[in-house]
Nanobody, 123 residues
Framework: QVQLVESGGGLVQAGASLRLSCAAS????????LAWFRQAPGKERDFVAA????????SYADSVKGRVTISRDNAKNTVYLQMNSLKPEDTAVYYC????????????????WGQGTQVTVSS
């Protein structure tokens, strides 16, 4: 089972950019499909973006499409989430997740999770 640790969150103003990182250990990183989810207070955990094990296929939630880019560096065992033009509604705890078998977007299909990193966007 791979272990995941997120970093890069913070407090920014609307319109700013942030890059989140998720470092993995304890597993064969290149065999995992990776994703970012986010959870705002009182709301469910929502899919943000995912990337295939080889990095060739990505998918995004409609709410972030065009503003967010997911990427991975298999040599560094790290996945990234570049977020631009941030909005107050992007405020949430962002989680990195990994799966070896799911091609979907449901949190329950991801077996490994990080502890999350807080992103707060002020207006």
């Amino acid at each position: 089972q791979v272990q995941l640790v997120e970093s890069g969150g913070g407090l920014v103003q609307a319109g700013a950019s942030l890059r989140l990182s998720c470092a993995a250990s304890g597993g064969t990183f290149s065999t995992y499909r990776l994703a970012w989810f986010r959870q705002a207070p009182g709301k469910e955990r929502d899919f943000v973006a995912a990337i295939s094990s080889g990095g060739g296929t990505t998918s995004y939630a409609d709410s972030v499409k065009g503003r967010v880019t997911i990427s991975r560096d298999n040599a560094k065992n790290t996945v990234y989430l570049q977020m631009n033009s941030l909005k107050p509604e992007d405020t949430a705890v962002y989680y990195c997740a990994a799966t070896r078998w799911s091609a979907g977007k449901e949190p329950a299909t991801f077996g490994s999770w990080g502890q999350g990193t807080q992103v707060t966007v002020s207006s």
